[in-house]
């Protein structure tokens, strides 16, 4: 089997990218590990860049995303009962748009169905071959039948746990990495929001996260201990230690209810440079990591696959190698500013088992200047909506 560009991993990376190129007629195969569902079943990023929201409008998949999405023109941060607004709009112009990456997902996968494009699920023994010469391939299977994919370029875009940023060779490679010494256990709830924008809060027991999915689907996060498990908190659990964590006002309003979806991920600062090895581009989570704090994981995924999606088309509508040649600098360079507001925002809002009571005191005044200060505002604001591309 040939193709044009072989996309391995069906999340929101892989799906936009081959939907892009679709519009330009250029092929692609997805290879997926998993199924559409179980894809469909990770509940994850809630927050949307409009840089994304255009890449989908120009994929052609933004009618839903427009109808439910939500747009949001600011986000509260609380410290104890204090609480202050973060203006997207005034300081930017520009809000986000509040729309689960399922969602997101969900669009992606139905205009690839629609386009008849080709997606292998459930392959298991990925192996990208010959990425440094002129003719890759990648091998695989799918219920044990042995497949081969000839492509002109292989876009890794299959995670963290995938099997791109391994093939690249460890002295090509270099790794960065910082590990968090918590995670943030998260609930889905039938319930309506506590606010109609999403409130960080940082409290003496830790960080919590009140964010939303329409007016009956809200999504809450707490800080908890690594050593934690989904099943160490019941619902009540849950819920008694939100409201602690939270302006009491705003506890106050909290109406809950049963979770329908509940788990933890651990976070983690992350980046593998150079993005590119011959004819192999990593894209987003295969690249990059960062902690869920500044909504940029799934945004960051979406500046990969455009300066990806420019450099592929280039070269097939101009025989210029120029924008894919540049690709992982361009990348790195907006990854980079992710990472650092990422892990700004964490290094502000979370509670450190080190924390000492100087470094508190550096918290309270990081949140005092923000609260006080238009500039500072400004910065935060630019980069939660997104740096430009
Ligand atoms: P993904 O991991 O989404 O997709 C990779 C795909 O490749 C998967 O479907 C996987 O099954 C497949 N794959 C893996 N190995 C393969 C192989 N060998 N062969 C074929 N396929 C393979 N971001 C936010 O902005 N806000 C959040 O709140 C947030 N919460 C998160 C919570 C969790 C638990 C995780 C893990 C991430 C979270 N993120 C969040 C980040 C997340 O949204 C990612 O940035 C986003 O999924 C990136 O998309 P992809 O790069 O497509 O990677
Ligand atoms: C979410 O709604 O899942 C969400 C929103 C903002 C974040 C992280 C997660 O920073």
């Known amino acids: ?53 255009k890449l989908m ?32 709009t005034e300081h930017t112009g520009t809000p986000v748009i509040v729309y689960g990456q399922t ?62 940023r391994q093939t690249i060779p460890l ?19 039938e319930t309506p929001p506590v606010n109609h924008e999403l409130i960080y809060a940082n409290s003496p027991r830790g960080f919590a996260l009140c964010s939303m999915r329409n007016e009956n689907l809200s999504r809450y996060y707490i800080q908890c201990s690594l050593s934690d498990k989904p099943e160490d ?48 581009f990593l894209c987003g989570d295969a690249a990059h990591i960062v902690p869920p704090t500044g909504a940029k994981g799934l945004n960051t995924a979406a500046s990969d696959v455009h300066y990806l999606y420019n450099g592929l088309r280039d070269f097939y509508e101009k025989n210029s190698t120029q924008e894919i040649d540049l690709y992982s600098q361009k990348a790195l360079a907006r990854v980079w500013k992710a990472e650092r507001f990422s892990w700004w925002f964490s290094s502000m809002m979370h509670r450190y088992p080190d924390q000492s009571a100087f470094d508190l005191k550096m918290q309270v005044a990081d949140l005092e200047f923000l609260r006080s200060n238009k500039s500072a505002q400004k910065a935060m604001a630019e980069n939660y909506v997104g740096l430009p591309y």
Request: aromatic share 10%; hydrophobic share 40%.
């Open 57 to 88: 409008e120009e994929a052609g998949c933004a009618d839903r995303l427009h109808a439910e999405g939500y747009v949001h023109d600011g986000t509260l941060i609380s410290y104890g009962d204090e609480m202050f607004r973060i203006d997207f």
């Open 233 to 280: 908190w019941t619902d009540e659990a849950f819920w008694q230690e939100l409201k602690r964590r939270i302006p009491a006002d705003q506890a106050a309003n909290l109406v809950t209810g049963p979770s329908i979806e509940k788990s933890i991920a651990p976070l983690r600062s992350f980046v593998t440079e150079p993005m590119r090895w011959g004819r192999l």
């Open 1 to 53: 089997m040939k193709t044009q560009v072989a996309i391995i991993g069906g999340g929101p990376s892989g799906l936009l990218l081959a939907q892009l190129l679709h519009t330009r007629g250029i092929e692609s195969v997805v290879l997926e590990r998993k199924t559409k569902d179980y894809v469909l079943g990770r509940i994850r990023a809630g927050v949307l860049e409009q840089g994304l929201v």
């Open 171 to 189: 002295d090509v490679r270099r790794e960065y990495e910082k590990v968090y010494p918590f995670g943030w256990l998260g609930i889905l709830s």
């Open 103 to 164: 969602e997101v997902t969900r669009d992606l996968y139905a205009a690839r169905e629609k386009a008849g494009g080709r997606i292998d699920f459930n392959v298991d023994d990925v192996v990208i071959h010959g990425a440094d010469t002129d003719a890759p391939f990648v091998t695989y299977t799918v219920a044990g039948e042995h497949r081969r994919l000839e492509c002109d370029f292989i876009a890794g875009c299959d995670g963290f746990h995938g099997v791109s």
